[in-house]
């Protein structure tokens, strides 16, 4: 018979066993799963996020004619239903959900009108950069590493993220994710079209201080509103 003292010693030995064991084992994971790692970092970090502003550079690609379009401008939102992105080149451009109705003013391309869309989930799935990555990714996507690399002077992990389902606005997107807060450095998506986006953060505040008017779209004189069902 094992004396007591024996029998504790040995209960501590195997529970300090176990113990490294499973630490080993973690830390195994997290070096094999880097991007399992990046997903929950930017999702615990967007969870705290109620209102967002940015500054964002976009290259838009089209395949099919291999035309690239430039654009920069700024966004803000406030979840989960207002955005507003108004363009500083092409000057003037602006896109603006109030929370019931999407306003489309694209005086660079087709001035004097603007459209307005009713809100739905698919436009503000569109619309939400947050939401659209970052909201139950394990669930909706299959994730995957495409490594290391440094965005805007930031050391970030680049993601790969494939829809699940056939529900969704991209058909495969990558995202770059600072490792240290867990935010969104840079991402590039796949549209259902072909189109390829780009877009690079190169300015973001979050639970920034963002008024109403933000989110409120005045129709410029001489402009006239086309609704959505009127041109479909």
């Not at 239903?81 to 959900?97: C, E, L, V, Y």
């Amino acid at each position: 018979m094992i004396p007591t003292t024996s029998r504790r010693a040995v209960v501590a030995a195997l529970a300090a066993l176990l113990l490294a064991s499973q630490f080993a084992a973690t830390a195994q994971l997290s070096a094999q799963d880097p991007a399992a790692a990046a997903i929950d970092r930017a999702v615990e970090a967007y969870a705290k996020v109620r209102t967002a502003r940015a500054t964002f550079e976009q290259v838009v690609t089209n395949p099919l004619t291999g035309s690239k379009l430039q654009s920069r401008g700024a966004f803000e939102q406030a979840r989960p239903d207002r955005f507003a992105f108004r363009f500083d080149d092409p000057k003037g451009d602006m896109i603006i959900s109030d929370g019931k109705f999407v306003w489309v003013y694209l005086p660079s391309s087709t001035p004097g009108q603007v459209i307005r869309a009713p809100l739905t989930s698919d436009v503000e799935g569109s619309m939400d950069l947050i939401g659209a990555f970052f909201s139950n990714p394990r669930t909706r996507y299959t994730v995957s590493d495409a490594g290391a690399a440094t965005i805007g002077g930031r050391a970030a992990r680049a993601v790969t993220l494939v829809p699940k389902g056939k529900e969704g606005n991209f058909t495969r997107a990558k995202v770059w994710i600072d490792t240290v807060d867990g935010t969104l450095r840079q991402f590039e998506a796949e549209e259902l079209s072909g189109i390829v986006r780009l877009v690079r953060i190169t300015a973001f505040t979050a639970n920034a201080t963002i008024g109403e008017q933000a989110f409120r779209f005045k129709t410029p004189r001489g402009v006239r509103v086309v609704n959505q069902s009127d041109i479909q």
